[in-house]
């Protein structure tokens, strides 16, 4: 029986999520505030039960592409295999049909894991690969060569969530990689707005970087860009060391850039500023036919 996610289903949800993924235990009220946030983002959740819980999957919506939902969840690992899953992921397909909604996408780490297995199995595909690169101490980065014009500034709220608005589009449209994010998403996404760093050339924004910094000391920029006018003449190096140096002097020891793999010109610049192939995120979808 499929039926819709509910507050009390998280107390029996909670343990299989953490057999699951025990590289990400959740509590019971973790597990709830984590489902809450995402169903008031507008997601989709639903369990798999027998009585009891057996799993759950949610459908959470990818910003910037309001035509893709990423798909999330597990089945208890002593139900596996039993048919539950193909129940689960059938039921929603089946919801998903009846919206906008025009894809389904799943992250998986390995194609030989048991998830990806199970989902290609049942008509997922394999849609790009993602690498994330590693920089595993940022003592002793260089200093960005300084060019004439050109500095980093940081803007107001209202003014960065704007201009990060239109340089992302100019940036990335009609690339692969371009995901379009309104401005009600960037502001949502922004914990400060110092947090986005922009290039100016004679004071005008050409690029920009977000900046993100764990608990953990690891620091990350995503995303990274420079308007296509701009690009191939050092500026991104200029870009991205600024922005090394400034997770470095907020605390973090280590930075995560990530790539498309296809995009051979981003991974050749960050290589070439001592970061290193980490680990490879393989997107798996499914095209729902409407």
């Known amino acids: 029986m499929i039926h819709p996610y509910c507050d009390e289903d998280a107390i029996l949800l909670a343990p299989i999520h953490t057999a699951v993924f025990p590289h990400n235990p959740l509590s019971p009220r973790a597990f709830g505030s984590y489902v809450s946030t995402m169903l008031a983002y507008g997601a989709k959740a639903w369990v798999a039960a027998e009585d009891v819980p057996l799993g759950y999957a949610l459908a959470v919506p990818v910003p910037g592409l309001p035509h893709i939902v990423d798909l999330k969840g597990c089945i208890a690992p002593a139900w596996q295999r039993q048919g539950f899953g193909g129940e689960l992921l059938r039921r929603v397909l089946s919801d998903m049909q009846q919206t ?9 780490r390995t194609l ?15 849609e790009h690969e993602e690498w994330q690169m590693m920089r595993a101490d940022l003592r002793h980065l260089p200093q960005p060569v300084e060019k004439d014009g050109v500095n980093i500034v940081t803007q107001r ?12 589009s100019a940036s990335f449209a009609g690339l692969p990689w371009d995901q379009p994010y309104s401005p009600q998403e960037i502001d949502t996404a922004l914990d400060s707005a110092v947090d986005i760093l922009f290039l100016a050339l004679d004071s005008k924004p050409i690029g920009f970087a977000w ?5 953990s000391g690891l620091g990350m920029v995503e995303p990274l860009g420079v308007l296509p006018e701009y690009q191939q003449q050092g500026y991104g190096r200029f870009l991205l060391l600024s922005a090394l140096h400034e997770l470095a002097r907020r605390g973090a020891a280590r ?13 050749h610049l960050y ?14 979808a499914y095209d729902l036919a409407k």
């Open 100 to 108: 906008a909604v025009q894809q389904v996408s799943c992250q998986v």
């Open 112 to 126: 030989d894991n048991p998830a990806a297995r199970f989902l290609r199995k049942h008509g997922f595909y394999v």
């Open 157 to 168: 709220r209202a003014e960065a969530v704007r201009h990060f608005h239109h340089l992302f």
């Open 211 to 215: 900046l993100h910094l764990q608990a």
């Open 255 to 267: 930075a995560q850039i990530g790539a498309w793999r296809a995009n051979q010109t981003a991974i």
């Open 271 to 284: 290589q070439s500023l001592g970061f290193t192939h980490h680990e490879t995120i393989t997107f798996l």
